[in-house]
């Protein structure tokens, strides 16, 4: 059995839109500096974009949770893998996430970094899957709402693979060999 890959969302498009949520990011923390956490490893791509479209002062930190491991499904469990380096008392935290899809990895991230008395705590993703929720996840920034469908690409993955291409896609499964 093997995969084939089709566009949902192009490169362009994924690019228009970034570059408008970072200007809008750029507008609400106006005279503020933001501590960004990109959320390993599916967030790597889209925080990198974002970051270099804010205009504001930005500082990055990393922490990487899996839910999926190599499935298609979450396992319901939530895994930190690597902490953040740095305190989060007194700053403004954006988390920049790929996707937000059962909900279960954000609002147990969420959860967990509020009690470290950060100023404010907001949620920025690159897609959102609300017809799949099962935990409430409040989402400040979202680029784009997307179909129940599994999504590869700018990051997110199917066993690992396919984080590297620059547009998001639809994986299906070929079943004929
Ligand atoms: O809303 P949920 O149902 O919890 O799913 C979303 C999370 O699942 C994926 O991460 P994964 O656990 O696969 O780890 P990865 O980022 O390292 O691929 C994705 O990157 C999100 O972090
Ligand atoms: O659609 C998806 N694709 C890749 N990883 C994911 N993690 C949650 N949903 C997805
Ligand atoms: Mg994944």
Redesign the pocket.
């Given at each position: 059995m093997s995969e084939k890959i089709r566009v949902l969302l192009s490169e362009e498009e994924v690019e228009a839109r970034i570059r408008q949520i970072a200007a809008k990011i750029s507008k609400d923390y106006a005279g503020k500096e933001i501590h960004l956490i990109c959320?390993?490893?599916?967030?790597v791509f889209f925080t990198c974009e974002l970051a270099k479209r804010i205009t504001v002062p930005v500082s990055l930190d990393f922490m990487?949770?899996?839910?999926?491991?190599d499935d298609t499904k979450?396992s319901g469990v939530?895994r930190i893998?690597k902490d953040l380096d740095q305190p989060l008392i007194g700053k403004d935290v954006l988390i920049v996430?790929?996707?937000?899809?059962?909900?279960?990895?954000?609002s147990y991230l969420i959860e967990i970094l509020k009690g470290r008395n950060p100023n404010s705590v907001r949620l920025c993703t690159l897609l959102d899957k609300p017809e799949?929720r099962v935990?409430d996840?409040k989402v400040d920034y979202c680029c784009f709402n997307i179909p129940d469908e599994f999504v590869v690409g700018y990051?997110?993955?199917y066993a690992?693979k396919y984080?590297n291409l620059p547009f998001i896609g639809v994986v299906e499964l070929d079943t004929e060999e």
């Open positions: 959320v390993l490893k599916g967030g990487s949770v899996s839910s999926y491991g979450s939530v893998v996430e790929d996707i937000i899809d059962s909900g279960r990895t954000l799949r935990r996840v990051g997110l993955d690992q984080r």
